[in-house]
């Protein structure tokens, strides 16, 4: 899909002028009745070392999927609900 057909906005990488990746970490820090919270970075490469850059981030997954492909759609239907969300908030917000 491209063009007017892609249903997802882009979002850059806050820190955009220098970051190239991002990494989350292997345990959660939190956890809520259905999902487990991660502490998320952006960063780079910087002289053979990862440097995280800006604040923390949190990136979230259920813990109830296990299957790769279920965690994709789980990310998926995630990503499409806030999507929406974000478009009914600019409509309402306007």
């Known amino acids: 899909m491209k063009g007017k057909d892609w249903p997802w906005s882009k979002i850059p990488l806050i820190n955009e002028k220098r970051a ?3 990494k989350i970490e292997k345990e959660p820090f939190g956890n809520g ?4 919270a991660f ?4 960063g780079c ?7 995280n850059l800006g604040k923390m ?3 979230k997954e259920s813990r109830y999927e296990t299957e790769c492909y279920k965690e994709l759609q789980f990310h998926h239907d995630f990503c499409l609900v806030q999507h929406k969300a974000a478009e009914l908030a600019k409509k309402f917000n306007s």
């Open 39 to 42: 502490r998320f970075y952006e």
């Open 57 to 59: 981030l949190v990136a």
């Open 45 to 51: 490469m910087q002289d053979g070392q990862w440097e």
């Open 33 to 36: 009745a259905e999902r487990l």
């Open 20 to 22: 190239t990746g991002f």
